[in-house]
């Protein structure tokens, strides 16, 4: 019912940039909750970032002052910017959209497949 495709992932060095982008897509209604999360060989998933419809942002404390999570018009499409990479940011970036009204019912949790980002020299 949700498909959500991320793009922009890569390698960068440290203290680079890059732009991560996830696009909704299925009988979209409403998305109330859009966001980031990552998860590092060998850890587990963790939060980056996650922002509400009405433009409330949360943010992990890793990523404060670095990171920034966005949202289009629509609010179909997340982005996170994210600056001043460290090779700790190295994971596998997943975008998240939960609380989803469709034209065919409700969708608690949809995930993306996920885009690799590696911050190396």
């Known amino acids: 019912q949700v498909q959500l495709v991320e793009s922009g992932g890569g390698l960068v060095q440290p203290g680079g940039s890059l732009r991560l982008s996830c696009a909704a897509s299925?009988?979209?209604?409403?998305?109330?909750?859009m966001g980031w999360y990552r998860q590092a060989p060998g850890k587990e998933r963790e939060l980056v970032a996650v922002?509400?419809?009405?433009?409330?942002?949360n943010y992990a404390d890793s990523v404060k002052g670095r990171f920034t999570i966005s949202r289009d018009n629509a609010k179909t499409t997340v982005y996170l910017q994210m600056n001043s990479l460290k090779p700790e940011d190295t994971a596998v970036y997943y975008c998240?959209?939960?609380?989803?009204?469709?034209?065919?019912?409700?969708?608690?949790?949809?995930w993306g497949q996920g885009t690799l980002v590696t911050v190396s020299s």
């Open positions: 922002t509400t419809n009405i433009g409330r942002t």
């Open positions: 299925g009988s979209i209604i409403r998305i109330n909750v």
């Open positions: 998240n959209a939960r609380d989803v009204s469709t034209y065919m019912g409700p969708v608690l949790n949809a």
